[in-house]
């Protein structure tokens, strides 16, 4: 006998429990958000002549190797010839005809391809994304022994602990070790790279299993250590940063004097645990402490350090905590404040902006500070959706767009709802010069601007990325920003309904079909 179907409300209330807290991480934030995009985007694109200096010999060799790869593989004769030739390729140029191949056809590499011809030079790089990668060709590598500086594992989910920390001890040399994304990776392989890799400059951890405590070794025994990443790893916590701190922190002789790139995002630490590992890095650069439990600036052990790169997006920060703490470093270069209010725990809904704490005020107070700071080049403010609340004509977004975001190379508003066309009227030009603004990308994504933000838009001659995903701009007012925007490379048109389906993933060439029309 059958199962009776659910009641309406219980298959409601599965639904909102599947729905995730606005501004938690998700699937995308854990991995790769670039190789689990919707295969429903709609991205336009297009090659623009070079203005760059001419590549050298031996790129120009490699990119008509690989052009002409498929043609070599289908003649046995020509194969064997190649391969050949693969042998004898100097190992320095091995890890960058690699690279080409990985991109352009990776169902061609084979396990024994992999391990005769490409397991060798100063860095190897093997990603999930290659279908013959499997666990002989991760414990192959450690053929590559002390001439190996670099070594990149990104993705392998399914190898155990052991796979990554069998290969580890024959390679003394190493400096760089990548595991991002090996979700097994745990303490096995961190403390083998403590006790074998001591000239380890960057080590990164993220969205693998080292608890805390497996760092002690990796931390003493590696001094020359300048970048760290352990984003996203499940099990770290106050209680279990505890361990780490007790066997490392508490000594106040502990210096990390090296560390420049400290990346905490997604972890479940709050401030006290936060401050401890911060104020142990007196020389950071880079910081990012997005969708942790930070709810307080640290203004006292940032101040010494000369941070270029800060991300806090999804942070319990208040305004004018955020204001004050900005203030504070005239050197920042990237600056990440997405989401503002949302935190990692927050459960608040989607579309609700009662916790955001980026308002029109705050942004204001920002950018009266922001406009003096003359190394800022990217800025993101993704998601705070009170801005333009209380001000839809002109008001703080309009400030900001004239002050600040016109003088940086890469700004996203993408999800700021209440941004409309007159608000980026501030890309207008400013002086007798006429000088455009320096925008390289410009993310517009899910905002309110139409037809009429096309003249803004059109001032921006440097873009090379446009993205304009769930706006109301039509065919034609992108016709017109194409015209003056000759490096423009990549348009985001993803559910824009005022223009065609068809259109949206081909539009360059709608551009030129009605260029020659009229």
């Known amino acids: 006998m059958s199962k009776r179907k659910a009641e309406p409300s219980q298959r409601l209330a599965k639904r909102r429990r599947g729905v995730p807290a606005f501004g938690a991480e998700t699937e995308d934030d854990r991995v790769n958000l670039a190789s689990s995009l919707s295969t429903a985007s709609a991205f336009s694109t297009r090659s623009v002549p070079s203005t760059g200096p001419m590549p050298n010999l031996s790129v120009l060799c490699a990119r008509s190797f690989v052009t002409n790869l498929r043609a070599l593989h289908e003649t046995r004769d020509d194969w064997e010839i190649t391969l050949k030739w693969l042998k004898l390729m100097p190992d320095n140029l091995v890890p960058k005809l690699f690279a080409m191949l990985r991109s352009s056809c990776p169902q061609i590499l084979t396990n024994a391809m992999i391990t005769s011809y490409f397991l060798r030079g100063p860095s190897i790089v093997l990603t999930s994304d290659v279908p013959a990668v ?14 190996l500086h670099e070594l990149h594992l990104t993705g392998f989910a399914k190898f155990a602990d052991s796979v990554f920390a069998t290969v580890l001890p024959s390679m003394p040399s190493l400096r760089v070790l990548v595991l991002r994304g090996c979700a097994k990776v745990g303490s096995a392989t961190a403390e083998a790279a403590a006790r074998s890799c001591p000239l380890l400059s960057t080590a990164n951890f993220n969205y693998t299993a080292v608890p805390p405590v497996a760092l002690v070794p990796l931390l003493k025994n590696c001094p020359d250590l300048r970048v760290l990443k352990l ?26 004097k090296n560390i420049q790139t400290l990346k905490l995002r997604q972890l479940g630490l709050s401030n006290s645990s936060v401050n401890t590992f911060l104020a142990c890095c007196p020389n950071l650069t ?14 006292g052990v940032l101040a010494e350090a000369t941070i270029e790169k800060l991300s806090l997006t999804s942070t319990a920060i208040s305004g004018v905590d955020v204001v004050a703490l900005i203030s504070s470093l005239p050197h920042i270069k990237s600056l990440a404040l997405g989401a503002l209010g949302g935190g990692q725990g927050s459960s608040v809904a989607v579309g609700n902006t009662s916790a955001m704490t980026m308002t029109d005020q705050t942004l204001e107070s920002l950018t009266d500070v922001l406009k003096h700071f003359e190394q800022l080049e990217k800025i993101s403010l993704v998601g705070n959706t009170k801005l333009g609340v209380t001000s839809r004509r002109g008001g703080a977004l309009e400030y900001f767009i004239q002050c600040v975001g016109r003088k940086c190379k890469y700004l996203s508003l993408s999800g700021v709802h209440h941004l409309q066309s007159l608000h980026l009227t501030g890309l207008l030009p400013q002086d007798a010069e006429n000088q455009p603004p320096r925008l390289e990308q410009l993310i517009l994504n899910n905002t309110g601007v139409d037809d009429d933000a096309a003249p803004y838009l059109a001032c921006c001659s440097n873009l090379v990325v446009l993205e304009l995903a769930g706006t109301k701009i039509s065919s034609a007012g992108l016709f017109s920003v194409i015209d003056t925007c000759p490096k423009l490379q990549t348009l985001n048109l993803t559910s824009c309904r005022s223009v065609s389906v068809t259109d949206r993933r081909r539009f360059f060439e709608a551009w030129k079909h009605n260029s020659e029309e009229t």
């Open 231 to 256: 984003a996203g790893i499940p099990n770290w916590t106050d209680a279990t940063f505890a361990k780490l701190s007790s066997a490392v922190f508490q000594d106040g002789s502990f210096v990390l």
């Open 134 to 147: 499997n666990k002989t060709t991760i414990l192959a590598i450690a053929g590559a022994g002390n001439s």
């Open 286 to 299: 880079r910081l990012d402490l997005s969708f942790t439990h930070v709810h307080r600036p640290f203004p």
